[in-house]
């Protein structure tokens, strides 16, 4: 969803209207979010003002915990708006590196060796866990630097650092 600085809702997909409907933390009020705790939509909102440029996630304590992803993509002469994506959190681990193969355009493959490599995993280790010889696991991570324009692992991490969400 795209919202504004004062949490108007300026553009929702399906997902995020069915998100809003359900009894829960978050919710849609003409065409507002409003979030269960007062103190909560307040630190939601100081989130969103420091966040200039890029991105960075967001924690909204529940009974449910919930991530939420901001991106700031308002070009410069319009008002602040940011792109949300909520990310529930049943298991914290479970989600960290969520989004990173969608976003970036990796294989299924692609992406479980970018998740074993961003755990501290090396490739002969990463090429045992996921029953792959260490040729593929390298076929694998040349195409990822490939596609993400890198030359090494520190450019690599940088380059998929926007994308964690802890």
């Given at each position: 969803?795209?919202?504004?600085?004062?949490?108007?809702?300026?553009?929702?997909?399906?997902?995020?209207?069915?998100?809003?409907?359900?009894?829960?933390?978050?919710?849609?009020?003409?065409?507002?979010?409003?979030?269960?705790?007062?103190?909560?939509?307040?630190?939601?909102?100081?989130?969103?003002?420091?966040?200039?440029?890029?991105?960075?996630?967001?924690?909204?304590?529940?009974?449910?915990?919930?991530?939420?992803?901001?991106?700031?993509?308002?070009?410069?002469?319009?008002?602040?708006?940011?792109?949300?994506?909520?990310?529930?959190?049943?298991?914290?681990?479970?989600?960290?590196?969520?989004?990173?193969?969608?976003?970036?355009?990796?294989?299924?493959?692609?992406?479980?060796?970018?998740?074993?490599?961003?755990?501290?995993?090396?490739?002969?280790?990463?090429?045992?866990?996921?029953?792959?010889?260490?040729?593929?696991a390298r076929?694998?991570?040349?195409?990822?630097?490939v596609k993400?324009?890198?030359?090494?692992?520190?450019?690599l991490f940088?380059?998929?650092?926007?994308?964690?969400?802890?």
């Open positions: 969803m795209l919202v504004s600085a004062e949490l108007e809702v300026l553009w929702s997909n399906a997902a995020a209207l069915a998100l809003m409907s359900r009894r829960g933390p978050v919710s849609l009020s003409d065409n507002r979010l409003i979030l269960s705790l007062r103190r909560q939509e307040d630190s939601l909102r100081a989130f969103l003002s420091a966040l200039d440029t890029g991105c960075g996630v967001w924690a909204l304590k529940a009974e449910d915990a919930w991530l939420v992803r901001a991106e700031a993509i308002a070009p410069p002469d319009a008002p602040p708006a940011w792109l949300l994506t909520w990310q529930a959190m049943a298991d914290a681990d479970r989600y960290l590196w969520s989004d990173v193969g969608a976003h970036l355009r990796l294989t299924p493959s692609e992406t479980r060796i970018l998740r074993s490599l961003l755990d501290g995993m090396t490739v002969d280790q990463t090429a045992l866990q996921l029953a792959v010889s260490v040729q593929t076929t694998h991570v040349r195409r990822i630097y993400l324009g890198v030359g090494n692992r520190e450019q940088a380059a998929v650092l926007p994308y964690r969400w802890g």
